[in-house]
């Protein structure tokens, strides 16, 4: 009977594959022929590379759907079966649908369905596919009338939890074909301001919020245009979640932590926490302002010298033009110019009245000889008719064309240009900022309103690297500057005329020859150098992500955030920033809170932010951690008063959480030795977390008693052995855990819920290396006399049944 089912199932993918090879087929002659289109203007030109983009990217999208490409059926009370895959194929033969997309409605009840709520569902079966082979079908009958059906909670348990207890490789896997109905809901919530999806350690938040992104990119196509941008915590989790979406066939989203939305700066440097929270801050977006505010105008009357002359230009009169300046509400950089222009018209009617004086002096000081020249020349003029003498201008103001002339003098003088400069600079982001933290009085300037511990966190040398909590400020700094547009067009019009000249040269040397092999019948006379130069300009072949991870003013269609929970005030104001029509999917555990200062509810982190305009799901299943780990990780909560944040665990490992004892000076010997020797199984990945004043000290043991262990800022999660810091921990699983010096965790600013991170990494065991006297919290944990436990066979039947998930359903 089960041949026969695999037999069956095994003819239906062999139609799914070689109808997924036509598709394939089809896409690559869509580019081949977009490709060869002509293209003589610069909509022709667009309209083919957009047709071959497409092209590309259908292809992209069938090749992600290669492995997996069928893991589900439903079998609905009216007799139809429907197949369920990773993207929708008919075929060609009769036009009936071999696979719906996991993400089409009618799949829905799939993920949804249960005893008790059938969706008119009689069987869900779980497909399970090794490359093209069909290898396992696993039924679930559905219904009242279902035989022995109970309502448990959990959607295809035999492929849910092969998937949880399967080896770690160092990527996150997607969790299509085992979403269980919370995530579901998540996934296909409305898109309507911020969802907030918050779930405990193994709920598989990361996971629902990828899914999600795939979903509204399949919903609403017009997302694919604008992209959707995914934000994590560290450069250790994005390259963790790096192959989800586009194994969900989604190219159209950029992955970057905080620290890398900023083009052109690398945010390359640690910060202290306590520095990072003084920056994160709301007020400093004041600050911010404060410091553009002090590079315009000056306090006081201000000397510029030209060709001899000193002309003042008075506190009032820099007052004022500043306030015309600031009237135009254009950003710093754009406003400048009209200051400049009322600057300069004041230097030039001063310096055209100082020369009309210096004139009336002169011929005062002639007067006796100009007198003696009149009468010569009176008496020469005598016998002449009378015409009429036009009066001299010694007395007039000095006229328009005299002022633009003075002001062109004025403007290509170096020491107006370097006043102009000092009086209102043109400045980049990261100027204005590495010198206000160089500079203690413009700190203290711009920062009045903070404490003097504050401004000195804030102080630093000119020349030091940039970090992540710089990168909103400079966010912030580029919104009030903005660009030298007057530069930057004059940069375009420069390469168009080069462009154009170019083209110039190429039709004289052409003459009437045709213009190019591949259409003879257009000559060379039809075309002027406008146009040529217009039909070879350089197409932007990049993506929507690429373009969008090259331009810091993108808007995006969507926002994911990851670890939503550790955001500064100022990170949110750089990401709306992002998303104007404030469509993003959050999702974090705010018991998993890591940030200092950081808030203690959604309400508190994004009300200002949000305004009414969020709404939160909460996932409760927690099929990562095994109970045994989690009962020990609750007690750890408990010492926040979050415990009631902590999701239930329906699975057991069958091995409780151990710890060993021993003298500080033997952590990192001991921490090696477990590396070397300790548990591991197949293929998995294990993991050493430790507190970040021994860490490099563990890491330096562990590389030399495993060659090929990884650690650093951005370590190899595929290697065997990593060893982490618990920020780079957050979000990630392994298949077994070593947590060395709780107490050093404990003592950080956010302790309990540190130690809570790290105690939930793990799929299977936990071993924790502890200094005398162990932490009170943990003086329960079975305690290892000598030696390092071995993992026992595990156990995978669940405690109890229900839904959710983190990075498989475990996400």
Not at 306 to 315: K, N, Q, R, V, Y
Not at 737 to 742: H, Q, W
């Amino acid at each position: 009977m089960l041949e026969d089912e695999l037999a069956a199932e095994q003819a239906h993918v062999d139609r799914a594959y070689a109808q997924l090879d036509a598709e394939r087929a089809r896409a690559d002659e869509r580019a081949r022929r977009s490709s060869a289109l002509p293209a003589r203007s610069g909509p022709e030109l667009l309209d083919r590379d957009a047709a071959l983009a497409a092209a590309r990217a259908r292809r992209a999208a069938l090749d992600a759907a290669e492995e997996g490409l069928c893991f589900g059926r439903i079998d609905t009370v009216d007799g139809r079966r429907h197949h369920i895959g990773r993207v929708g194929l008919r075929d060609d033969r009769d036009g009936e649908p071999l696979l719906l997309d996991w993400r089409a409605p009618a799949a829905r009840p799939f993920y949804v369905a249960t005893p008790a709520a059938p969706e008119g569902v009689v069987r869900r079966r779980s497909i399970g596919t090794r490359r093209r082979r069909v290898i396992s079908v696993n039924d679930e009958l559905l219904g009242p009338g279902a035989a022995g059906a109970r309502d448990e909670g959990l959607v295809g348990e035999a492929a849910l939890m092969a998937a949880v207890t399967a080896g770690r490789s160092g990527r996150m896997r997607d969790i299509v074909a085992t979403m269980q109905r919370e995530q579901d809901e998540a996934v296909r919530s409305a898109d309507a301001g911020a969802l907030v999806v918050q779930g405990g350690p193994g709920t598989g938040k990361t996971a629902v919020a990828l899914h999600r992104a795939a979903y509204l990119l399949y919903t609403r196509p017009e997302l694919a245009r604008r992209g959707v941008l995914v934000v994590g915590p560290s450069a250790a989790f994005l390259s963790y979640v790096s192959d989800v979406l586009p194994g969900l066939g989604e190219a159209n989203a950029v992955l970057a932590t905080v620290g890398d939305l900023f083009p052109g700066v690398t945010a390359s440097s640690d910060e202290r926490p306590d520095v990072a929270e003084v920056k994160g801050r709301p007020a400093m977006a004041d600050v911010v302002a404060a410091a553009v505010r002090d590079r315009e105008g000056a306090p006081s009357s201000v000397t510029v010298e030209h060709e001899g002359d000193e002309l003042c230009l008075s506190a009032g009169f820099l007052a004022a033009a500043v306030a015309a300046a600031r009237a135009t509400r254009l950003p710093h950089n754009e406003a400048r110019a009209c200051f400049v222009r009322r600057v300069v018209a004041e230097l030039a009617e001063q310096g055209a009245q100082l020369r009309r004086r210096r004139l009336d002096a002169l011929e005062e000081g002639l007067e006796a000889e100009l007198a003696w020249l009149d009468r010569l020349v009176a008496e020469d003029l005598a016998g002449l008719p009378v015409v009429a003498v036009e009066e001299g201008l010694t007395d007039e103001p000095p006229g328009p064309d005299e002022l633009a002339r003075l002001g062109r003098e004025l403007l290509a003088s170096p020491r107006v240009r370097a006043a102009l400069d000092r009086l209102w600079p043109v400045l980049t982001p990261q100027q204005l900022l590495a010198s206000l933290f160089a500079d203690r009085d413009r700190l203290d300037t711009a920062a009045a309103a903070l404490p003097a511990a504050d401004r000195a966190l804030l102080a630093r040398p000119a020349g030091s690297r940039w970090t992540a909590a710089d990168v909103p400020l400079l966010d912030e700094a580029a919104e009030l500057l903005g660009e030298d547009r007057a530069a930057a067009r004059a940069r375009a019009g420069r390469e168009h005329a080069r462009q154009v000249e170019y083209a110039r040269e190429v039709l004289q040397i052409a003459g009437s020859g045709p213009l190019d092999e591949d259409d003879p019948a257009v000559p060379i006379g039809t075309v002027d150098a406008e146009q040529l130069a217009e039909r070879h300009a350089e197409a932007d072949l990049r993506t929507p992500a690429e373009r969008a991870a090259a331009d810091r003013t993108w808007a995006y269609g969507h926002v994911v955030v990851d670890e939503a929970q550790e955001l500064s005030p100022m990170a949110w104001r750089l990401l709306l920033r992002r998303c104007p029509t404030r469509s993003f999917t959050l999702v974090g555990d705010m018991a998993q809170a890591h940030a200092p200062g950081a808030a203690g509810t959604w309400q508190e982190a994004l009300t200002s932010h949000f305004g009414s305009r969020w709404r939160e799901r909460r996932l409760s299943v927690n099929y990562r951690t095994p109970r045994e780990t989690m009962d020990v990780a609750v007690r750890v909560l408990a010492l926040t008063g979050a415990e009631g944040l902590a999701p239930r665990s329906i699975r057991s490992s069958g091995t409780p959480p151990w710890r060993r004892e021993l003298p500080a000076a033997d952590l990192a010997r001991a921490a090696a030795e477990w590396a070397a020797n300790g548990p591991r199984r197949g293929e998995g990945r294990r993991a050493v977390v430790g507190a970040d004043g021994r860490l490099a000290q563990v890491a330096a043991a562990v590389a030399r008693a495993v060659p090929g262990a990884s650690s650093g800022p951005v370590p190899d999660l595929r290697a065997e052995v990593v060893v982490l810091s618990v920020a780079q921990a957050k979000g990630l699983e392994f298949d077994d855990v070593l947590i060395v010096d709780p107490a050093a965790i404990l003592e950080g600013p956010r302790g309990a819920n540190d130690l809570y991170v790290a105690l939930t990494r793990t799929t299977g065991t936990v071993g924790i290396l502890h200094a005398p006297p162990v932490p009170p919290v943990l003086a329960q944990v079975r305690r290892e006399a000598r030696g390092l436990v071995r993992r026992p066979a595990r156990c995978t039947a669940p405690r109890r049944r229900g839904a959710g998930s983190a990075e498989g359903p475990a996400g």
